[in-house]
């Protein structure tokens, strides 16, 4: 069994949940490339490696591409199945009701577009989980930033009118496990509830015991390369392993920074 993306947030969770895995860093393999020789037996491979700068894709169309569509297409070429990580950046946000598998997409970003034609390169004999708005007790994340900015300022401007469900990669690596059991295809696997960017911010403080506040600016006053769906929760109608609300994921990752 194989993981990509070994190195980022996701792919050390799934490390630590499958440790009979063998989990690549970049360095060992990057997935813009054929697969170096020696991997052809896999029998599975969780696929985390991911260009995720959704600005920086904006201006690098092209080499978020190469990783997302091509590097896709070349985890699949192992000929193992595979399960690939989506985004809820493949919708464009004007729904009111949380999307479910069987919505259509319509990406408003270059990532998100990137991150859809992945989903085609992954193949039949995938699961694609879309998933949204990651966090862990490591790498770049909203939880560490928010940690970092409240324990410097008084005060800290996040945006409130974008809402989604911040995910704990502790538990999309647990329902990874749980997801192999069941048939291929797309699956939303998201944390329980949802809330705006806003809200997370203060519950990070609340938390942390952190003595910051939240105030609540529109996106329109925090402009940003790439546009985000306004509303992306996503829930699952075909039976997706379900996952443990978003506030008890946030109380493990900061159990796990302690
Ligand atoms: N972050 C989110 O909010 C979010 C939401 C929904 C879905 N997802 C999806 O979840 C998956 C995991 O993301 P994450 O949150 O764990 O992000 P992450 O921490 O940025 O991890 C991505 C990993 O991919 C590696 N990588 C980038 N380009 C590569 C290449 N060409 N070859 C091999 N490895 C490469 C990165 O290595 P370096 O560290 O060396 O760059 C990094 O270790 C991705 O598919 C992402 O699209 C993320």
Known sequence: MLITGGGGQLGRALAEEFPEARALTRAEWDVALPAPPGLVESELVLHAAAWTDVDGAEDDPQSAAAVNVGGTGNVAELGAPLVYYSTDYVFDGRARTPYVESDGPNPLS???????????????????????????ATGHNFVRTMLRLGAERGEVAVVDDQRGCPTYVGHLAAATRELLERPFGIWHVAAAGECTWADFAEAVFEEAGLDCRVRRIATAELPRPAPRPSYSVLRSDKGAPQLPHWRDGLRECLGRLA
């Open 110 to 136: 270059v990532y998100g577009r990137t991150k859809l034609h992945g989903e085609a390169a992954a193949g039949e004999r995938a699961w694609i989980v879309r998933s949204s708005w990651t966090f862990g």
